[in-house]
């Protein structure tokens, strides 16, 4: 059973950056197009961006232009850079296979504040 592990959130003021990263643990695994999620208070869980396996992207309209995705396939390894950070972006982060999901991490929390 493979796992997926998120790291690289933090707290960062509006207009700051942060780099998520989440690699596969268990069973080495390459999945066809991985996605970052985010899951704020009071909030549904939400796609933010996803990558094919070819490197097709895709970006929810609230986070185009500010955030990209990027993957190393040798090492099962997801990216998220999320430049002009803003309030609203405030939420646990979590990847997962966007067609063949498997269970879900423990995420990595983002806040941003002033």
């Known amino acids: 059973q493979v796992q997926l592990v998120e790291s690289g959130g933090g707290l960062v003021q509006p207009g700051g950056s942060l780099r998520l990263s989440c690699a596969a643990s268990?069973?080495?695994?390459?999945?066809?197009?991985m996605g970052w999620y985010r899951q704020a208070p009071g909030r549904q869980r939400e796609l933010v961006a996803r990558?094919?396996?070819?490197?097709?992207?895709y970006y929810a309209d609230s986070v185009k232009d500010r955030f990209t995705i990027s993957r190393d396939n040798a090492k099962n390894t997801v990216y998220l850079q999320m430049n002009s950070l803003k309030p609203e972006d405030t939420a646990v982060y979590y990847c997962?296979?966007?067609?063949?999901?498997?269970?879900w991490g423990q995420g990595t929390q983002v806040t941003v504040s002033s």
């Open positions: 997962n296979s966007v067609f063949q999901p498997v269970s």
């Open positions: 268990g069973r080495n695994v390459n999945y066809d197009t």
């Open positions: 990558i094919s396996i070819v490197g097709s992207t």
